[in-house]
């Protein structure tokens, strides 16, 4: 995969290691493998977070973080790829799992009409947290394995292309050229 461009749009790990909120969780920030930009650790970070949006909780970033933690994944794709659920894709979203937990169940969609108001919410949700909760869990599992598997396929085409055009560069090469080495004194 291109590590530059995720890099350059990721934060620095020393920086996220100073940062006055996060000291609290001392040398499990060292740990290597939260920064590191490979296929385990990227395809981990993006099962992760494209699971825990799906977890309609507030303070998915922190769910996210600290799973990243525990599984020794990518910590910044982790928690930045959990923003795949934000104000605006958040309704269909929730919805979509609310109908595929209604479809799992084989029960019918109690919730015909949506009104933005906590006196709706508290009326419809004894009605529907069952097929909604599972739906969350179908997705997000679902989700998780299709991304991590994703990820691996990409960067594995990604490394195979890469050889094919060393070894492409390498064959048409003319003779006598020894290549980007220093030849011996």
Not at 104 to 114: C, I, Q, V
Not at 145 to 157: H, I, N, P, T
Not at 166 to 176: D, H
Request: aromatic share 10%; proline share 8%; hydrophobic share 50%.
């Amino acid at each position: 995969m291109p590590r530059k461009l995720i890099r350059r749009w990721l934060p620095h790990d020393s920086r996220i290691r100073e940062h006055k909120h996060l000291r609290m969780l001392g040398h499990r920030l060292h740990d290597p493998n939260l920064w590191h930009l490979n296929r385990r650790s990227v395809a981990g970070a993006v099962a992760v977070s494209f699971f825990v949006a799906w977890v309609p909780i507030p303070a998915q970033m922190l769910v996210a973080g600290l799973a990243a933690i525990w599984l020794r994944v990518n910590l910044p794709i982790s928690v930045v790829g959990v923003w795949i659920t934000n104000p605006v894709t958040m309704p269909p979203m929730f919805f979509f799992a609310y109908e595929v937990g209604a479809w799992t169940l084989g029960e019918p969609l109690h919730a015909r009409t949506f009104e933005l108001s906590l006196a709706w919410l508290t009326a419809e949700l004894g009605q529907i947290w069952e097929p909604f909760l599972l739906g969350c869990l179908v997705l997000g599992i679902a989700s998780a394995l299709l991304g991590y598997g994703l990820v691996r396929l990409l960067w594995r085409l990604h490394v195979m292309r890469s050889w094919q055009e060393r070894r492409r560069r390498r064959l048409n090469r003319p003779a006598g050229e020894t290549g980007p080495s220093q030849p011996l004194p």
